[in-house]
């Protein structure tokens, strides 16, 4: 069989509407999905309404009580290896500096402003409306010769609860390619670094401030550790990976002490580790606790315990997957500059790499760091539609035959 003529693809690309783009974009940002607060319900309710009323298959999946992941598959039927695409529908809190209320969306020429308009409500609605050109291809005559699954995970943004009850029971089937709609201005990331979180506890001994000898300062203790993770940091920046760098600590939180006249018996710490591919959080966490116990910081009455709270896999897919070329190719027959490359930022495409060994690659409408997170954030609405149009061209690319 022959793959399905250009021409045909490029009509189908063109087929995507804008409007209906525009329209699911804000509905989705219209649901406050917040996280942490677990509020994805109502946002996953919309968009399985929007994935029936497509005639898409809809499997609806708690992965804790209030929280569903949803999985809406088009030419399920098919026998051959599928293509997903993944999304999380849940969104970061709002914060201060916004200049109209986050959750009503609103148009400032090309752009959708709005919670999660680029992280990542908008590539949703493009994966979805991709998906509807597909499925009326489909009945068109076109031959498809694998499922198309969209896969949106709830807790991306905290501690990955969705993307662990997906990997516990999988979709079924086989797939050539997994493509995360995440915000990466359409670039194609074949690799990301993954993340981690750690609680680091400190405990001291109390004593007065006008006799600090006779105490353990935790608080002291605690800028030790710090000293030893700042050590790390430097020894991996010396010697970075050519696609993602290297890995990278941060201390986000810190809190302790009971007083300015008492020397501290604990201090806390919240402490990001980004990960490389391959690295294991358990075991970066016992080399700390090691350097720590070498570096003689547990002594006079100083304990300190390295607890993991978060962990999400890095992964880097090779550069001659198909996946990874046929996404490229579709970006560029979608008019936009092509560039391939590596992600600091994390998702939960880590998982599907690692845990299903599915070909994983990040491209989606947006700017990680432009955008998201971030007071105003928005999406350009023609930039949600090139990205639709490169789903239709990249699906057809790999699952298409026929005239």
Not at 29 to 41: C, F, L, Q, T
């Amino acid at each position: 069989m022959r793959t399905v003529s250009r021409d045909v693809v490029d009509a189908l690309a063109a087929a995507v509407d804008a409007a209906e783009v525009e329209a699911l974009t804000c509905a989705l940002i219209a649901e406050a999905s917040v996280n942490p607060g677990g509020s994805e319900e109502s946002t996953v309710a919309v968009l399985a309404d929007a994935c029936r009323e497509a005639g898409f298959d809809v499997e609806v999946s708690e992965a804790a009580p209030g929280r569903p992941n949803l999985i809406a598959t088009v030419n399920g039927d098919a026998a051959g290896p599928g293509l997903m695409f993944l999304g999380h529908s849940d969104v970061v809190p709002p914060g201060p500096g916004w200049t109209g209320d986050p959750f009503v969306p609103r148009r400032d020429g090309d752009l959708i402003v709005g919670r999660g308009a680029t992280d990542m409500k908008g590539g949703i609605a493009a994966v979805v409306a991709a998906m509807k050109v597909v499925a009326r291809a489909v009945d068109g005559g076109v031959e498809v010769s694998g499922p198309v699954r969209l896969v949106v995970t709830v807790d991306e943004e905290e501690h990955g609860v969705g993307v662990r009850h997906l990997v516990a029971d999988p979709p079924s089937g086989e797939y050539l390619g997994c493509i995360v709609a995440e915000p990466t201005r359409l670039e194609v990331v074949r690799g990301c670094r993954g993340a981690s979180y750690f609680d680091v506890a400190v405990t001291g001994r109390a004593a007065h401030s006008g006799r600090p000898s006779d105490g353990a300062s935790a608080i002291l203790a605690a800028a030790r550790v710090i000293e030893l993770i700042d050590a790390d940091q430097r020894r991996m920046a010396a010697d970075p990976d050519p696609l993602l760098g290297y890995g990278t600590w941060n201390v986000g939180t810190i809190d302790g002490g009971q007083g300015i006249s008492v020397v501290a018996p604990t201090c806390a710490m919240g402490v990001d580790r980004r990960l490389m591919p391959g690295e294991d959080v358990d075991e970066i966490g016992r080399r700390l606790s090691e350097e720590i116990r070498a570096a003689g910081i547990e002594s006079d009455g100083v304990a300190v315990s390295v607890t993991p709270t978060m962990y999400l896999p890095g992964f880097a897919t090779p550069a001659d997957d198909p996946i990874v070329d046929a996404t490229a190719q579709a970006v560029a027959d979608s008019g936009a500059p092509t560039r391939v490359g590596g992600w600091t930022a994390a998702c939960d495409g880590g998982w599907i790499s690692t845990a299903l060994g599915i070909p994983t690659v990040v491209m989606g409408p947006g700017d990680i760091n432009g955008q998201a997170h971030q007071p105003d954030e928005s999406v350009s609405l023609s930039e949600l539609v090139t990205a639709a149009q490169a789903y239709v061209r990249v699906t057809l690319s790999l699952l298409a035959r026929g005239g």
